[in-house]
C-alpha cells in the first residue's frame, strides 16, 4: 500500500483515492459486523456435527452450536452497545 502511494506521488496524482476507497471498505465491514454478528461454523457447514450422521457427535471446533461470532464482532457491539 505504501508503494502504490508513493508511484501515485511521483506521477503526480494524489493518494487520497486510494485512502478514501479504503475507508470506506472497512466502514462497509464494520457495518457488516454490526448487522450480522454471527456465522455459520466453517467445519461443520452449521451442522453441529462432525458428519453427515448423528453418531459421530459434535463437531470438535464448534462443539455442536454451528453460530460462531464472526472476526471483530465483540469488539463493534462492545463498543456501538449492539446485542
Given at each position: 500500500m505504501a508503494s502504490l502511494a508513493a508511484t501515485a506521488t511521483a506521477h503526480g496524482a494524489s493518494p487520497w483515492p486510494l485512502v478514501l476507497i479504503g475507508l470506506a471498505v472497512?466502514?462497509?465491514w464494520l457495518g457488516s459486523l454490526y448487522v450480522k454478528p454471527y456465522t455459520s461454523c466453517g467445519w461443520c457447514h452449521g451442522t453441529g456435527r462432525r458428519?453427515?450422521?448423528?453418531?459421530?457427535?459434535?463437531c470438535w471446533r464448534c462443539k455442536g452450536d454451528p453460530e460462531r461470532l464472526r472476526f471483530g464482532a465483540r469488539l463493534v457491539h462492545r463498543h456501538l452497545g449492539g446485542k
Open positions: 472497512v466502514i462497509v458428519g453427515t450422521t448423528a453418531r459421530y457427535g459434535k
